[in-house]
């Protein structure tokens, strides 16, 4: 798209330079007859030149005004895929990177494994130190995740103090170990309040993606895994138990 309308600048400099070019002549020519002067060659050339060559500098300027509002679309369109608060993707970007994720598994036939953690008793921390302390240990976490993770990773905030990442090329063995990588680094988190250390922790599921398991069904497995490991003691993660059945259906918004 960008290159075609690069062509239409160019083409449409081009076309109106000339036009330009066979106007001013003839406005040259035409003032030079009605004043009864002689047409002096130089300067009808010069007032067909003119035109040509401002052509140049301004096709240059529009093709670099050009530039800048594309780059400005993008990054519109990139802060529309972010969660404002932690710069992580939101929940519609995360399940459309998501599904784009199992389709590349699907192709090439490597794993891929759903993890979804949640923050505990995050709400006694809002209660207990007001929301804006809630927001730090938010962004807290959410960097903790990233640096948890590869760059190929897909991190998402799904909303609340929840959060999901999609491990693409990892078994369950070593999304396990992503796993406890990440709670372990949470609770070693230095997160302070009025001088006070607040300790953090979070649980997590997991799910890995198997022969007719859609994104819903691998999320409903993940959800499943996570309430396993609420009700286990929370600060830590579980894996899905397909023989179980125990699986709600999971909404996207």
């Not at 905030?157 to 170990?177: T, W, Y």
Request: proline share 3%.
């Amino acid at each position: 798209m960008l290159v075609r309308r690069r062509r239409d600048v160019v083409l449409g400099a081009v076309i109106a330079s000339g036009l330009s070019s066979l106007v001013s002549m003839g406005l040259f020519a035409g003032v030079a007859h009605w004043r009864g002067d002689a047409i002096d060659p130089f300067w009808l050339a010069f007032a067909g030149a003119a035109p040509i060559a401002m052509a140049g500098p301004t096709v240059a300027y529009l093709l670099e005004l050009l530039r800048r509002l594309a780059g400005a679309k993008l990054e519109l369109e990139e802060l529309a895929r972010r969660d404002s608060m932690t710069g992580l993707l939101n929940r519609g970007a995360f399940f459309e990177a998501a599904e784009a994720a199992i389709r590349r598994a699907r192709g090439n036939g490597r794993p891929l494994t759903l993890l979804v953690l949640d923050v505990d008793h995050f709400k006694a921390v809002n209660d207990s130190y007001g929301h804006a302390a809630g927001d730090e240990a938010l962004r807290l976490i959410a960097r903790t995740l990233l640096a948890a993770t590869r760059r190929s990773d897909v991190v998402g905030r799904l909303g609340g103090e929840e959060f999901g990442v999609l491990l693409e090329g990892a078994a369950p063995d070593e999304a396990a170990l992503v796993a406890d990588r990440i709670l372990s680094a949470v609770r070693l988190l230095d997160f302070e309040q009025g001088g006070e250390r607040v300790p953090l922790s979070a649980s997590a599921g997991l799910a890995a993606l198997e022969p007719g398991l859609d994104l819903d069904g691998l999320f409903a497995r993940a959800d499943a895994a996570l309430y396993a490991a609420k009700r286990a003691g929370r600060g830590r993660a579980r894996h899905a138990d397909p023989s179980s059945g125990l699986f709600v259906a999971r909404r996207r918004a």
